[in-house]
């Protein structure tokens, strides 16, 4: 079974190595909009994906652990973190066949928002009533992205709101697999259980993919394997505190990719949105953080 690495203090090498876990998120979207555009089935972009990031894990992990990385402490959570990741996967480029790669980004950004909320009856975690009025101001910015009410609304976005919740999931299961499972069987478990699943499903009706649509089909997997890897890496080397506001810088990149690849400019709306968003993130993050020190800090003593 895959053990956890202990931690190291290499904190601007996990800073820089976050961000390139970032630019491997953004062209993983990049690449399933690329290729949901050029006529290839969503669940085989999601397929192709996963496969790939299934057999880099694979090549690495196995040649440095054996059958141990294969091996799971917790088998049952394990499959349930792996089933809300595919869902979100799933729901995620389903969107992206239909939304501006900017517009299903920023309503990503809200992960730290829901999985607040959720901590609260799943991790048993207390949250302040700032936090709580945070939350709430984050959800403005999520309506203010879909905008329910102007003509550009597209049915869609419920589609990235189910991938936003899946995600968080996602997200407090692997808090609660934390000191459980190493990131080996974590990597290997995600991407083979997705593979699997799909193969059923996408060996009738295959579509090989066209011109220059091949580098993305070859690239999204290898794409989805060094981000994640490097994501957990990087929170080996230095503290998630220092790492949480790294993650939006997506936000530019996303906006960079829809112009320069897809020719979309991001919208005053995706902006104002975004920008609620994140300063709401970053103060649920300042506020946890500051909980935290509270929690830490030494009690002076009174003899």
């Known amino acids: 079974m895959s053990e956890a690495k202990p931690r190291e203090d290499r904190t601007a090498a996990g800073v820089l190595l976050m961000a390139l876990a970032v630019v491997g998120f953004t062209c993983i979207d990049s690449s399933?909009?690329?290729?949901?555009?050029g006529g290839m089935p969503a669940l085989q972009v999601v397929f192709a994906r996963y496969t790939g990031h299934f057999l880099v894990a694979t090549a690495i992990y196995?040649?440095?652990?054996?059958?141990?990385?294969?091996?799971?402490?917790?088998?049952?959570r394990q499959l349930l973190r792996s089933l809300f990741l595919l869902g979100s996967t799933v729901c995620n480029f389903t969107a992206l066949q239909f939304l501006p790669i900017t517009v299903t980004t920023t309503i990503m950004f809200a992960g730290p928002i829901v999985v607040t909320l959720l901590a609260i009856p799943i991790l048993?975690?207390?949250?302040?009533?700032?936090?709580?009025?945070?939350?709430?101001?984050?959800?403005?910015?999520v309506i203010v992205v879909m905008q329910p009410w102007g003509v550009s609304f597209h049915p869609a976005m419920f589609l990235s709101l189910i991938a936003l919740c899946m995600a968080?999931?996602?997200?407090i299961m692997t808090r609660l697999l934390a000191g459980i499972e190493g990131n080996a069987t974590q990597q290997i478990w995600s991407s083979g259980f997705a593979a699997l699943a799909l193969?059923?499903?996408?060996?009738?009706?295959w579509v090989w993919p066209q011109g220059s649509g091949w580098i993305a089909f070859v690239l999204i997997g290898i794409f989805g394997a060094s981000g994640h890897i490097a994501a957990v890496t990087a929170h080996r080397w230095?503290?998630?505190?220092?790492?949480?506001?790294v993650i939006y810088i997506q936000i530019f990149l996303a906006a960079l990719a829809g112009v320069l690849l897809f020719d979309t400019w991001p919208?005053?709306?995706?902006?104002?949105?975004?920008?609620?968003?994140?300063a709401s993130g970053l103060y649920i993050w300042q506020r946890e953080r500051a909980v935290r020190g509270r929690v830490r800090r030494p009690v002076p003593s009174t003899r």
């Open 238 to 245: 230095a503290d998630a505190s220092i790492l949480a506001p």
């Open 267 to 278: 919208t005053i709306w995706t902006l104002g949105g975004g920008a609620i968003i994140i």
């Open 62 to 76: 196995a040649a440095q652990e054996g059958r141990g990385a294969f091996v799971s402490n917790a088998p049952w």
């Open 199 to 205: 193969l059923p499903f996408v060996l009738t009706g």
């Open 32 to 37: 399933a909009k690329w290729l949901i555009v």
């Open 124 to 141: 048993g975690e207390t949250v302040g009533l700032r936090r709580i009025i945070a939350v709430c101001v984050g959800f403005i910015g």
């Open 168 to 171: 968080a999931l996602y997200f």
